[in-house]
């Protein structure tokens, strides 16, 4: 066993923990502890505690593969784990395969990750690009109480974004009806735009019913308040919607946009429910970037736990027996049972997607975290089968 058979099994962390994005890593990191603490108090994994550091990424590449580097090196530690940016990921992912460690993917979604650029000590316990697109994809071609015809595609430049402009279109070809079509497509620099009116002004001029974004953060924000704030009355496809800090700024102009996820807060199974209630009475004084469990946290929460499971069937940190362990192996959820694929290390998983919705119609079990913001209306699920992406599509090397 790698670190020794006593001691804490450490777990590094490379979330933004300064900036205006913080408050995302802070979410991220909120989901680890619960996850951490909960599984400690059962006595840990294989007899020892979990342990878990956090280092810095600013969001930036090469900051967080010199703390990964760090991490590994100097801390010891047994594990890596990204949950913010795709090209925090990717930069982690490789400093983990060159020093045989596994790199957990909470939330990194670009699909090269367990794609083209692949490593087999690379698990992601999220959505991919293609998947989280599909949601979207699958919900206004099919759900959608009326059945937009026109849609303009706006993301941001960089490989997270390119990837879900690319899984949006990829999807959208297969299942849409025959009226519908993409009547634009643009991208612009991430958390970089000060002006989102030149943007808004041609997604009006092109007639769009639907704007599909992943952008997140204080791009989403700035989107959204410009767009209601120049009159326009597109529906919004989000990725990332389910943000309590961007939709508190934002307020009644985000209402009747659309959000999609595998988990969102709103989902209605038993198993959520007890998990909200657990992380009501754990972050009872939270502050608002975690006090509901929804966007980055309950991935996070879902991906430690998930290791810890494997850890222990494996009964060894050693690389190779974590890999065997993990490949086939499933989760139940508070979303429903998710499976990592073999061949490509990628979670099979359900996806959810709700509409915002006013402070009085929020569902009851959101209400008790004392939300007066519009916020996530009742999920409604879309199938594992209508997002998972045959593996001879995904690049990955394996199956190449």
């Known amino acids: 066993m790698r670190s020794g058979s006593t001691g804490p099994i450490k777990l590094g962390i490379v ?18 502890r619960f996850a951490v603490e909960r599984i400690n108090a059962a006595g840990g994994v294989l007899g020892r505690p979990l342990e878990f550091l956090v280092a810095d990424s600013e969001l930036t590449a090469e900051i967080a593969a010199r703390c990964a580097t760090d991490l590994v090196l100097d801390a010891k530690v ?10 925090v990921g990717t930069a982690v992912a490789q400093v983990a395969a060159r020093h045989k460690r596994l790199f957990v993917s909470a939330g990194a979604e670009a699909r090269e990750l367990t794609g083209e650029e692949f490593f087999e000590t690379t698990f992601r316990c999220c959505l991919s690009t293609d998947m989280h697109a599909a949601v979207l994809a699958v919900y206004f071609a099919r759900l959608a109480p009326r059945r937009p015809t026109t849609f303009y595609l706006l993301h941001p430049d960089y490989a997270f974004g390119r990837a879900a402009a690319a899984g949006f279109k990829q999807a959208f070809g297969r299942i849409k009806g025959a009226a519908q079509r993409i009547v634009g497509e643009e991208f612009h620099p991430l958390q970089a735009v000060r002006d989102f009116g030149p943007a808004i002004a041609r997604i009006m001029a092109a007639g769009a019913e639907v704007v599909i974004t992943s952008d997140w953060g204080q791009d989403l924000r700035l989107l959204l308040q410009e767009g209601a704030a120049l009159g326009w009355t597109v529906t919004v496809g989000s990725f990332f919607l389910n943000d309590p800090t961007v939709l508190a700024t934002v307020g009644r102009a985000a209402i009747g946009h659309v959000t999609a996820m595998e ?10 429910q007890e998990f909200l209630r657990a992380w009501r009475a ?3 004084e939270a502050p608002l970037s975690h006090r509901c469990p929804d966007f980055g946290a309950a991935r996070s929460y879902y991906a430690i736990v998930w290791l810890a499971d494997v850890i222990a069937q494996a009964r060894s940190l050693e690389t190779e027996r974590l890999i065997k362990a993990w490949e086939g192996s499933r989760l139940r959820t508070a979303w429903g049972e998710v499976e990592m694929r073999r061949d490509d290390h990628q979670m099979l998983s359900p996806g959810h997607v709700a509409q915002i ?10 209400r008790a975290f004392g939300l007066q913001f519009p916020y996530l209306g009742r999920a409604t699920r879309i199938a594992r ?3 998972t992406i045959p593996l001879t599509e995904t690049g990955n090397p394996r199956v190449a």
């Open 263 to 272: 988990y969102l807060g709103s989902i209605a199974t038993a198993e959520n």
């Open 282 to 284: 754990r972050y009872p």
């Open 78 to 87: 047994d594990v890596l784990v990204v949950n913010t940016g795709s090209h």
């Open 385 to 387: 089968e209508d997002l």
């Open 357 to 366: 919705v006013a402070p009085d119609q929020i569902p009851a079990e959101l």
């Open 15 to 32: 979330e933004p923990q300064s900036g205006p994005l913080k408050y995302i890593g802070d979410n991220c990191i909120a989901g680890v």
